[in-house]
C-alpha cells in the first residue's frame, strides 16, 4: 500500500496479530507519552486501585504534561491511571511508578521485564511518563504488541475509551474533569481508545484501537505530523481491504441421550478471522465434534473444535463449546413401578 507521512506506521488485527500495514515498522524510535500505555497497563494489574494515598512529593516534581497534582495530594492508583491516559499526565505516571515499585528506577525495570514477557523485542524503557531519555526507544510494531495486551484488561478498555471522566483528588480531594487528549475518539469511527505522544526528539506519536464489524485493529504512528489524518485513512483503508469470516456461523446441534433432547455447539471465543477477499475464496472451517452425546452436559462443557484452513495452513483454531446444558432425564418412581407390572405381568 502507498507510505504514510510518518517514520513509521505499523496496523495490526488486535486478536491475530496479522499485520495490515507496514512502513518501517521495525526501527527503533523515541515514542514519548505512548509509554503510559505500559505504565497504565502495569499500574492496572496491582491491588486495591481504589486505595487512597498521598503522592511522593518528589515524584511530581516533572517537567511536561500534568494532571495537576501537587503536595499532600490524595489521590489513588485508578485516578492515576485516568490522569495518564486522559491528560497524559507526567505526575500521575512518576506517582503510580512510586507507589507500584518504591521507585522510578524499579518501576522502569519492572516495565522493561513486561517488556519481554510481551515479546516487544526492541523495547527500552528508560522513563514511566515517556520524557526523552538516552536509549527510550520502541518500534511500531512492538507498540502495536503493547496495545494488542492492553485491549485484554477491561479496566483498561474503560479508561482508555473515556472521552472524559470526573475525579476527585486533592488536598482535600475535590471533584474535577478531565478530557482525553486522543481526537479519534470524536473523529474516527468505531476508535475504543489509544495513547498520544509528542516530545521534540520524537514528534508526533500515536497508538489507537477500532472496532468495525467485530474487527479490532491497531494503529500505530511515531513521528508523524498529521497522525489524527493519517490513522483515520489507514483504518478505512485497511477495514476496507478486509473481510470478517465469522467463525461457524451455521449453529450446530447434537443430540444428548438420556436427556431426550439437542442441545446448540457455540464458539468458545467470539473470534473473527480478517481476510482480504481473495483469501476468503480459499478458506475452509471443519468442524470436530461427536455425533452425539450422554446427559448430563454442563452448559460450556468442551465438546469439539472448529478449526479454519488456508489451503493446508491451520490459521485459525477455536474450542466448540455447549450452549446450555442437558441434565439426566429420569423416570419418575411410580412411571416406572407400573411400567414394570405391566412387563412381569406380560410374560408371566
Same mark, same amino acid.
Given at each position: 500500500q502507498p507510505q504514510v507521512g510518518a517514520k513509521a506506521a505499523i496496523v495490526t488485527e488486535a486478536s491475530t496479530g496479522r499485520v495490515i500495514f507496514w512502513q518501517n515498522a521495525d526501527q527503533p524510535l523515541p515514542m514519548a507519552s505512548t509509554t503510559k500505555l505500559m505504565t497504565t497497563l502495569m499500574v492496572l494489574e496491582e491491588k486495591d486501585l481504589d486505595q487512597p494515598f498521598v503522592v511522593d512529593q518528589q515524584a511530581i516534581r516533572v517537567e511536561g504534561s500534568s494532571m495537576g497534582l501537587q503536595q499532600g495530594d490524595t489521590v489513588t492508583l485508578r485516578t492515576l491511571c485516568y490522569g495518564m491516559m486522559l491528560a497524559s499526565g507526567n505526575d500521575a505516571a512518576n506517582a503510580a511508578a512510586v507507589r507500584c515499585a518504591g521507585s522510578v528506577e524499579e518501576f522502569v525495570e519492572r516495565m522493561n521485564q513486561k517488556a519481554a514477557e510481551l515479546g516487544m523485542k526492541d523495547t527500552n524503557f528508560v522513563t514511566p511518563s515517556g520524557l526523552d531519555a538516552e536509549g527510550h526507544q520502541s518500534t511500531a510494531h512492538d507498540m502495536a504488541l503493547l496495545m494488542a495486551a492492553a485491549l485484554q484488561n477491561p479496566d483498561f478498555c474503560q479508561i482508555a475509551s473515556a472521552q472524559t471522566a470526573r475525579l476527585e483528588y486533592g488536598n482535600p480531594p475535590y471533584g474535577r474533569t478531565l478530557t482525553n487528549h486522543n481526537k479519534l475518539l470524536w473523529n474516527c469511527e468505531g476508535t475504543v481508545g489509544g495513547k498520544t505522544g509528542f516530545t521534540k526528539k520524537a514528534g508526533r506519536c500515536l497508538v489507537s484501537a477500532a472496532q468495525r464489524e467485530g474487527m479490532t485493529l491497531v494503529c500505530v504512528t511515531l513521528g508523524c505530523p498529521d497522525d489524527w489524518n493519517v490513522q483515520a485513512q489507514l483504518y478505512d483503508r485497511c477495514f476496507e481491504l478486509l473481510e470478517p469470516l465469522p467463525l461457524q456461523q451455521e449453529e450446530i446441534q447434537i443430540p444428548v441421550a438420556g436427556s431426550g433432547k439437542k442441545i446448540a455447539l457455540c464458539p468458545e471465543? &467470539?473470534? $473473527?478471522?480478517?481476510? =482480504? &477477499?481473495? %483469501?476468503? %475464496?480459499?478458506? &475452509?472451517?471443519?468442524?470436530? +465434534?461427536?455425533?452425539?452425546? /450422554? +446427559?448430563? !452436559?454442563?452448559?460450556?462443557?468442551? $465438546?469439539? %473444535? !472448529?478449526?479454519? /484452513?488456508?489451503?493446508?495452513?491451520?490459521?485459525?483454531? =477455536?474450542?466448540?463449546v455447549a450452549g446450555q446444558g442437558a441434565a439426566l432425564d429420569f423416570v419418575p418412581k411410580a412411571k416406572a413401578d407400573n411400567l414394570w407390572q405391566r412387563l412381569t405381568r406380560k410374560y408371566k
Open positions: 471465543q &467470539k473470534l $473473527v478471522l480478517p481476510l =482480504t &477477499k481473495q %483469501e476468503l %475464496e480459499l478458506v &475452509k472451517q471443519v468442524v470436530l +465434534a461427536p455425533s452425539f452425546l /450422554y +446427559a448430563p !452436559v454442563p452448559p460450556g462443557q468442551r $465438546v469439539g %473444535e !472448529v478449526r479454519c /484452513y488456508m489451503g493446508s495452513t491451520l490459521v485459525l483454531t =477455536t474450542d466448540l
